[in-house]
């Protein structure tokens, strides 16, 4: 289709694909890095952005009759005001089958694991060092992405699933480690945030605002 999430399930490795090449370009640098130099490494992942491509070994994680398509009220869209809405849903998806919906959410789900595997390299290998007591690791997304709520496919909406983003700080000693903060937080605190964990002076027009005391 022209129109549409379009995914691939790939019979090769985790390291055929970018993300794969990626970590592994990452951890040689950890591993090869001078170790009485502090560090600053940022890796960046393509999934799940489109086109939607991952090993088959990740799809077999979400079977196509297991996919349940998202709840659709009557008239869910009498009571939403246009600027909430992006009007640029993909004609493909409008009149696509549940079936080939399905589909298209399993493949998303599919590259989701596939990049969290990465990330899980990317992890192991900081214990493998032993540097995880040491670094500061910060998980961040660019935006949210719709699935077929209120009928919405992508992104550019005003609704949960397009505006917020997954956002985890790992701090060494932090009381809060590995707990939720209900906090309201954006992305522009992160740079203040990782100034204050390592001592260096935030510059004064940032607008964003430390998240060290949430931590």
Same mark, same amino acid.
């Given at each position: 289709?022209? @129109?549409? *999430? &379009?995914?691939? $399930?790939?019979?090769?490795?985790?390291?055929?694909?970018?993300?794969?090449?990626?970590?592994?370009?990452?951890?040689?640098?950890? /591993? @090869?890095?001078?170790? /009485?130099?502090?560090?600053?490494?940022?890796?960046?992942?393509?999934?799940?952005?489109?086109?939607?491509?991952?090993?088959? &070994?990740?799809?077999?994680?979400?079977?196509?009759?297991?996919?349940?398509?998202?709840? /659709?009220?009557?008239?869910?869209?009498?009571?939403?005001?246009?600027?909430?809405? =992006?009007? #640029?849903?993909?004609?493909?998806?409008?009149? #696509? !089958?549940?079936? +080939?919906?399905?589909? #298209?959410?399993?493949?998303? %789900?599919?590259?989701?694991?596939?990049?969290?595997? +990465?990330?899980?390299?990317?992890?192991? #290998?900081?214990?493998?060092?032993? *540097? !995880?007591?040491? !670094?500061?690791?910060?998980?961040?997304?660019?935006?949210?992405?719709?699935?077929? $709520?209120?009928?919405?496919?992508?992104?550019?909406? %005003?609704?949960?699933?397009?505006?917020?983003?997954?956002?985890?700080?790992?701090?060494?000693?932090?009381?809060? =480690?590995?707990?939720?903060? &209900?906090?309201?937080?954006? %992305?522009?605190?992160?740079?203040?945030?990782?100034? /204050?964990?390592?001592?260096?002076?935030?510059? +004064?027009?940032? +607008?964003? &605002?430390?998240?060290?005391? %949430? *931590?």
């Amino acid at each position: 289709p022209k @129109q549409g *999430l &379009k995914w691939t $399930e790939t019979t090769g490795g985790d390291d055929d694909l970018v993300d794969g090449k990626f970590a592994s370009t990452a951890i040689r640098w950890l /591993e @090869q890095r001078d170790p /009485e130099k502090p560090f600053f490494l940022a890796v960046g992942f393509h999934r799940p952005h489109l086109p939607l491509v991952a090993p088959s &070994k990740y799809f077999d994680l979400y079977p196509l009759d297991k996919i349940k398509l998202p709840h /659709e009220p009557v008239d869910d869209e009498v009571d939403i005001p246009l600027p909430a809405r =992006n009007g #640029a849903v993909p004609g493909y998806l409008l009149t #696509a !089958t549940p079936e +080939q919906r399905r589909a #298209a959410i399993r493949g998303y %789900l599919a590259t989701v694991s596939y990049m969290d595997a +990465q990330t899980g390299r990317l992890l192991d #290998a900081l214990a493998r060092l032993k *540097l !995880t007591e040491s !670094t500061i690791v910060v998980f961040a997304s660019d935006h949210g992405w719709h699935l077929g $709520e209120h009928k919405l496919w992508h992104k550019r909406s %005003l609704f949960e699933e397009s505006a917020k983003v997954p956002l985890i700080v790992y701090a060494p000693g932090a009381k809060g =480690n590995g707990q939720p903060c &209900k906090s309201l937080v954006e %992305l522009l605190d992160v740079f203040p945030t990782v100034c /204050e964990l390592t001592g260096v002076p935030a510059p +004064q027009h940032l +607008q964003g &605002k430390s998240l060290v005391p %949430l *931590l």
